[in-house]
């Protein structure tokens, strides 16, 4: 007999080719189906970074563009303000032919007041540090006087007023200390 019979519990190599044969198409289907996979989400992967770089750039160039215009435009409100402070004083000039002294104080005092005020609204402030501790950051000595009135490294007077923008210095106060 020479069939699968011969030999029990043994299968036919016919049968065996096409099982592994079998085995390896299924094998290369899971392998192509996985590889497709891995295609589609590395395509994906870079559609997304494409997109994200391409934001970034975006806004690298958005925020150039607003930095530009915030140099380009910051001092704009201020000026605006401090063109009343200009016609202020620009009609008290003008107004000065016809006008008495006091008057003439009157409208002075006022536009400071403006001035003043337009000043403190942009956050510049006046440091008059008289009767106060000398302090190097905000204050430069001109001289040192003695005093019998006032402690020993204090400001006797202030020869001109020093300002800050924001709590930083513009200008330090020019000032007399008392001396030991």
């Known amino acids: 007999m020479n069939g699968p019979a011969e030999h029990p519990g043994e299968k036919p190599l016919d ?3 096409a099982n592994e044969l079998e085995t390896d198409e299924s ?3 899971a ?3 996985e590889l497709e996979t891995l295609k589609a989400l590395a395509e994906d992967n870079l559609n997304k970074y494409l997109r994200a770089a391409a934001e970034l750039e975006n806004v690298r160039k958005r925020s ?4 530009e215009h915030a140099h380009r435009f910051a ?3 201020f000026s605006k303000q401090l063109l009343a402070v200009r016609d202020s004083f620009e009609m008290g000039l003008a107004s000065s032919e016809n006008a008495s002294v006091e008057s003439l104080l009157e409208g002075s005092a006022a536009t400071l ?3 003043g005020s337009t ?3 942009f956050g ?3 440091i008059e540090p008289e009767g106060e501790p000398f302090d190097p950051d905000f204050h430069e000595a001109i001289s040192m006087q003695p005093s019998d009135a006032a402690e020993p490294g204090s400001v006797l007077t202030v020869a001109q007023k020093g300002y800050t923008l924001n709590g930083r210095l513009l200008r330090p106060a020019m000032v007399v200390v008392a001396a030991e």
Do not use: F, G, P, T
């Open 124 to 126: 510049i402030e006046v």
């Open 27 to 29: 094998d290369d289907q």
């Open 113 to 115: 007041k403006l001035l």
């Open 31 to 33: 392998e192509d189906s």
């Open 64 to 67: 150039a563009r607003d930095v």
């Open 75 to 77: 001092l704009e409100r």
């Open 15 to 17: 049968n065996v080719e």
């Open 119 to 121: 000043m403190q609204q």
